[in-house]
């Protein structure tokens, strides 16, 4: 069975540039994370999708992150403009969405903002 | 609010020895439990979960871990550390919206 995959694996930009992370989740699988992962820090889960719908949003920065995941199958993230501090590992899971379901993570993709 | 905490950043072992990576939880209600291994430049692995049952949980590789509810701990543990056991480990509880919220991560070092 196909594991979650990310593409690209790493990614360097400017500040104020914008950047897209793609992601595309194993199969049948209804729900769809993104975290990110700060050099030294556990993940925090940025937005989770339930098929095509946001479940859980409250951590994403709104005025510079956007997701979507229109079709309910992969999703792209993207970070317009992109500041410092975003220097991140953009990590993405899915799972069958029940309670106490294991999430699947894909390698992640690390950005690196000059 | 759910959360766990990692109160070591890092563990050193001697290969052959058992290891012991400490978690600890705060919830309200019964805690759905996680470790995951993360190893250099790759996502996370999925190792081993508490969700009801037996307090002592199999996992992935020889690890398991001991859900201890008096203590609010879920230890994750190992009889005999390998140096290809060296990596990050992540102790994580599930949220209301069955998302994660994890720990700040322990560095485990198997010394030869």
């Known amino acids: 069975e196909a594991g979650v995959a990310q593409s690209p694996r790493y990614k360097i930009i400017e500040k104020r540039q914008s950047v897209a992370f793609w992601c595309n989740p194993i199969?049948?699988?209804?729900?769809l994370y993104w975290y990110q992962q700060i050099l030294g820090q556990g993940p925090k889960l940025l937005i989770q999708f339930q098929n095509n719908g946001v479940v859980d949003d409250s951590q994403l920065p709104k005025d510079r992150f956007s997701a979507e995941r229109l079709k309910g199958v992969d999703s792209t993230l993207k970070i317009q403009p992109a500041k410092l501090e975003d220097s991140a590992v953009y990590l993405c899971a899915s799972s069958l969405g029940l309670a106490g379901e294991t999430q699947y993570f894909g390698p992640g993709t690390r950005l690196l903002v000059l | 609010a759910q959360s766990v905490a990692q109160p070591e950043d890092q563990v050193n072992v001697a290969e052959g020895n058992p290891l012991t990576v400490k978690c600890t939880y705060s919830?309200?209600?019964?805690?759905?439990l996680f470790w995951y291994v993360q190893y250099p430049n790759r996502g996370l692995q999925f190792l081993l979960k508490y969700i009801t049952g037996d307090n002592l949980v199999k996992g992935s590789y020889g690890f398991e871990a001991e859900f201890n509810k008096s203590q609010t701990s879920f230890h994750l543990k190992k009889p005999s550390a390998l140096v290809s056991d060296s990596a990050l480990y992540f102790c994580a509880v599930m949220r209301g919206a069955n998302n994660l919220f994890f720990g700040t991560g322990t560095r485990l070092t198997v010394i030869p």
């Open positions: 919830v309200s209600g019964n805690p759905y």
């Open positions: 199969s049948g699988h209804a729900t």
